[in-house]
Nanobody, 121 residues
Framework: QVQLVESGGGLVQPGGSLRLSCAASGSIFSINAMGWYRQAPGNQRELVATITSGGSTNYADSVKGRFTISRDNANNTVYLQMSSLKPEDTAVYYC???????????????WGQGTQVTVSS
């Protein structure tokens, strides 16, 4: 059984910063890509950023230059450093991880439970 546990959300003023964390646990052989998505009320879930096991990153245009994704492979953890936050960044943020349980085995995508980020004065 795999769990992805997120932390670090909260209320922050415009222009402020937050750091989200997401730790994967369970009988994991390896984790390929990890990522962050977000969903605002009335909107579809959208990509924020992804990172491969080798450290290659990809960002949504709306967060480039403000958000940084990173990971700690030894601890199966992915981070999202968010700076210069705007009210439109308000959403529930979800992490995901593409996980395999054996060498050359199939890859399964798991999701965290979500953490609320609210940007408001």
């Amino acid at each position: 059984q795999v769990q992805l546990v997120e932390s670090g959300g909260g209320l922050v003023q415009p222009g402020g910063s937050l750091r989200l964390s997401c730790a994967a646990s369970g009988s994991i052989f390896s984790i390929n890509a990890m990522g962050w998505y977000r969903q605002a009320p009335g909107n579809q879930r959208e990509l924020v950023a992804t990172i491969t096991s080798g450290g290659s990153t990809n960002y949504a245009d709306s967060v480039k230059g403000r958000f940084t994704i990173s990971r700690d492979n030894a601890n199966n953890t992915v981070y999202l450093q968010m700076s210069s936050l705007k009210p439109e960044d308000t959403a529930v943020y979800y992490c995901n991880a593409d996980i395999s349980f054996r060498l050359s085995g199939p890859i399964f995508r798991y999701w965290g439970q979500g953490t609320q980020v609210t940007v408001s004065s």
